[in-house]
């Protein structure tokens, strides 16, 4: 039995609403973004856990994000996105202590996390995210200038992202594995995919951050 948790839409929005943003249209807004994006994964995963086999083969992938690893607010525009990131980093924390309790337990269910870079999609084009603050036909603020140019370099970043194919074909390698990988980065060492879809940018990020965490590390050349 496998089982891949793969739902997931953009929540975009200032941090602290702007009028004319409703409070409560903003709240329900991020409530509904992180059903989406933990809650349900979670929701769905308990459904069918008792359905898996405990001995044999059987695997559980969750599709997560490289924003699971970017929550410290030093990046421009991040603030516009914290809503997905937290989602993100929650989905994946769930996955690694869902992995811990069902190896001590004896289970042999697998459990990975998928972290893919940006990838070429239109995850971010109007109308498939989630906003928290009123938008027009296009996606766009009349009001929030600052809005604007973050959604237009999200949309610009994933029309220059890597091949979505790219999450398949580790999804599928994992699953060929017998003792798969529990977080899996997706990433492209190769130009031009490394430059478009941001690996150098991302790495800046994750160094950036890394300041304000309490134990330093170090990525990988």
Known sequence: ???????????????????PTDFSFYLAQRDLGIRTLYSGHVMV???????????????????????????????PFESFFDTYTSGKFALRVYANNLDAVLRAGGSNIRISTLN???????????????????????????TDPTFNQAITALREALAN????????EACSQLLRMTAPEQNV?????????????????MKQQLLAENQISAV????GG
């Open 1 to 19: 039995p496998i089982l891949v948790n793969n739902a997931g839409r953009f929540v975009l929005g200032q941090i602290v609403p702007l009028p």
């Open 45 to 75: 995963t308990n459904v069918m856990l008792p359905l898996m086999p405990q001995q044999g083969y059987a695997r559980i992938i969750f599709t997560v994000s490289i924003a699971s690893y970017v929550t410290g607010g030093t990046f």
């Open 116 to 142: 893919p870079y940006a990838m070429n999609t239109a995850l971010a084009q109007h109308p498939r995210p989630i906003y928290t603050q009123p938008v027009n036909g296009s996606g766009l603020s009349d």
């Open 161 to 168: 992202g890597l091949p979505p194919t790219m999450v398949g």
């Open 185 to 201: 980065v997706i990433a492209s060492p190769r130009e031009p995919f490394a430059t478009q879809g941001g690996n150098a940018l």
């Open 216 to 219: 330093p590390f170090e990525c």
